[in-house]
T-cell receptor, first 116, second 113 residues
Framework: EPEVTQTPSHQVTQMGQEVILRCVPI?????FYWYRQILGQKVEFLVS????????KSEIFDDQFSVERPDGSNFTLKIRSTKLEDSAMYFC??????????????FGPGTRLTVT | AQSVTQLGSHVSVSEGALVLLRCNYS??????LFWYVQYPNQGLQLLLK??????LVKGINGFEAEFKKSETSFHLTKPSAHMSDAAEYFC???????????FGKGTRLSVIA
């Protein structure tokens, strides 16, 4: 069964460093998302991406964050200058098509980012 | 604002007992509701979803949920808990188009032998 994959599974970085989290969505999916979950808190939406541009973003997704689909298969989340409060589990998700609210979002296993 | 409330951050049941995980949503328009499960070190997996076709929704692994508009609830149940059901369960809602999911805080289910 097709699945969303994410690399690395765990990333440790120092405050102020740039990190890139990578995701490979399911191949025929068109809509991509990043969510994050700070330890002990709820899963929160960061950004959605469709047709090579950001479709929607939350207040969390400030200028330190960017997303890219560099090669038609990967979907990346970059944090330019990490802060301690960026430590969280980051989930990538993809879905088949926009506009249909019942379509499932398929989630990857997550990347645990630890900022020291 | 859209929101989901999951009552109880941790629920513990005996093996074979009824599982009841509570979820309430706030909405002024018909919602689309989802339950996801997260096993240790894994991603979020869809258990079931409410799409307005039927108020009682059956999902995988013997779980089901009932949409009650009058109570703005979508509680998850399973008649008989198995050890393998131990996981984190998330209720989520979305309202239109391919808008993002809004998640509850999650409920950790423990199953005692």
């Amino acid at each position: 069964e097709p699945e969303v994959t994410q690399t690395p599974s765990h990333q440790v970085t120092q405050m102020g460093q740039e990190v890139i989290l990578r995701c490979v969505p399911i191949s025929n999916h068109l809509y991509f998302y990043w969510y994050r979950q700070i330890l002990g808190q709820k899963v929160e939406f960061l950004v959605s991406f469709y047709n090579n541009e950001i479709s929607e973003k939350s207040e969390i997704f400030d200028d330190q964050f960017s997303v890219e689909r560099p090669d038609g298969s990967n979907f990346t989340l970059k944090i330019r200058s990490t802060k301690l409060e960026d430590s969280a589990m980051y989930f990538c998700a993809s879905s088949e098509t926009p506009l249909i609210p019942t379509y499932e979002q398929y989630f990857g296993p997550g990347t645990r980012l630890t900022v020291t | 604002a859209q929101s989901v409330t999951q009552l109880g951050s941790h629920v513990s049941v005996s093996e074979g007992a009824l599982v009841l995980l509570r979820c309430n949503y706030s909405s002024s328009v018909p919602p689309y509701l989802f339950w996801y499960v997260q096993y240790p070190n894994q991603g979020l997996q869809l258990l079931l979803k409410y799409t307005s076709a039927a108020t009682l929704v059956k999902g995988i692994n013997g779980f089901e949920a009932e949409f009650k508009k009058s109570e703005t609830s979508f509680h998850l149940t399973k008649p008989s808990a198995h050890m393998s059901d131990a996981a984190e369960y998330f209720c989520a809602v979305r309202y239109s188009g391919n808008t993002p999911l809004v998640f509850g805080k999650g409920t950790r289910l423990s199953v005692i032998a």
